[in-house]
């Protein structure tokens, strides 16, 4: 079945330090990649995604990069604030009914 | 605003007492789903709907039901709960199914006791 691996933490990181958080997937057919954010207290927002290999989604200078031959989405920042704190979650969907798959989430923690 | 609205945020009950956690969005939105937050297993799907008396099984079904009388609302049913049921419940929804993005309610910490 489809599945995502990613690292889950928590990760913890000083303002400003540049961010990279790891997402690996097995998917049965061509699926489409995105990066969920849950702030303390909240539901997931969508943060970025795409859809075929190659494409590079982006939101609030976060970027990930869609990669079909390592079979990756891996969420970068240059430069972290203490608001980027956060739960952050991968998912991928092929297309069918049953929704997204999603990692298991990283705890990042900020640091002033 | 669009929105998902799931109520309440916070509950707590005894095991075998019938609940009920409803869900509704604002978007005519097709697709909804339920997810259950579990420490060190993420979130996994309970349910979903492809649109009206349309429902099927996700990957947790079991202790559960939901109904899909209209497009807006996908109630959560717990006819008998037990305490491997306390868990952080989201239900979500999207324009459709396949690939569109799905937007999120705040979420209702159940605690079964």
């Known amino acids: 079945g489809d599945s995502v691996t990613q690292m889950e933490g928590p990760v913890t990181l000083s303002e400003e330090a540049f961010l990279t958080i790891n997402c690996t997937y097995t998917a049965t057919g061509y699926p489409s990649l995105f990066w969920y954010v849950q702030y303390p207290g909240e539901g997931l927002q969508l943060l970025l995604k795409a859809t075929k290999a190659d494409d590079k989604g982006s939101n609030k200078g976060f970027e990930a990069t869609y990669r079909k031959e390592t079979t990756s989405f891996h969420l970068e920042k240059g430069s972290v604030q203490v608001s980027d704190s956060a739960v952050y979650f991968c998912?991928?969907?092929?297309?069918?009914?049953?929704?997204?798959?999603f990692g298991k989430g990283t705890h990042l923690i900020i640091q002033p | 605003e669009a929105q998902v609205t799931q109520n309440p945020r916070y509950l707590i009950t005894v095991t075998g007492k019938k609940l009920t956690v409803t869900c509704s969005q604002n978007?005519?939105?097709?697709?909804m789903s339920w997810y259950r937050q579990d420490p060190g297993l993420g979130l996994r799907q309970i349910y979903y709907s492809m649109n009206v008396e349309v429902t099927d099984k996700g990957d947790v079904p079991e202790g559960y039901k939901v109904s899909r009388k209209e497009k807006r609302n996908f109630p959560l049913i717990l006819e008998s709960p037990s305490p491997n049921q306390t868990s952080l419940y989201f239900c979500?929804?999207?324009?459709?199914?396949?690939?569109?993005?799905?937007?999120f309610g705040n979420g209702t910490r159940l605690t079964v006791t």
């Open positions: 998912a991928l969907n092929v297309g069918g009914a049953d929704g997204l798959t």
């Open positions: 978007m005519n939105h097709e697709y």
């Open positions: 979500a929804s999207s324009l459709r199914a396949g690939g569109a993005s799905l937007h």
